[in-house]
């Protein structure tokens, strides 16, 4: 997939990390984001890279399906949900991840909930930047 050709950079988020994933921690420019980090499986007391990217994307994922619903004119559901799994998995080429997006649209036909979670996969831009990359399962709960 090439790049595209950016016409207008909408938002930057500036996030100040020390110490990494063993006790450090991650802090916005703006202060709204403040959270301890340690290792995924620790007895840690902070968050880790995988649940803060899971939270991510399944944030930008629930809008873009939004979005598509609102093209398709299917109205969305208020308790729609996304729930979203990144692991950290190793193999032959070192540590990478894989995920599973699990798409709950309570009230929207079978066939139509399907076209908003691939639409949504299509337009996201986590989507986008996970493309190809890593394994991806989108599924309908």
Not at 56 to 80: E, H, N, T, Y
Not at 90 to 110: D, F, H, W
Not at 117 to 139: E, F, L, M, W
Request: glycine share 12%.
């Amino acid at each position: 997939m090439e790049n595209q050709s950016i016409e207008k950079v909408l938002y930057t988020g500036k996030v100040h990390t020390t110490g990494g994933r063993e006790g450090g921690s991650a802090q916005s420019s703006d202060g709204l984001l403040n959270v301890k980090l340690a290792v995924p499986g620790s007895n840690g007391d902070g968050t880790n890279p995988e649940q803060l990217f899971a939270a991510g994307w399944s944030a930008c994922f629930f809008s873009a399906m939004k979005i598509v619903a609102g093209q398709l004119k299917v109205r969305f559901p208020a308790d729609a949900a996304v729930d979203a799994e990144v692991d950290l998995v190793s193999g032959t080429e070192g540590y990478a991840l894989q995920a599973r997006l699990n798409v709950n649209l309570p009230g929207i036909e079978k066939d139509v909930a399907q076209a908003i979670a691939d639409g949504a996969h299509q337009i996201c831009p986590y989507s986008k930047a996970t493309r190809g990359n890593i394994n991806v399962k989108i599924k309908l709960v």
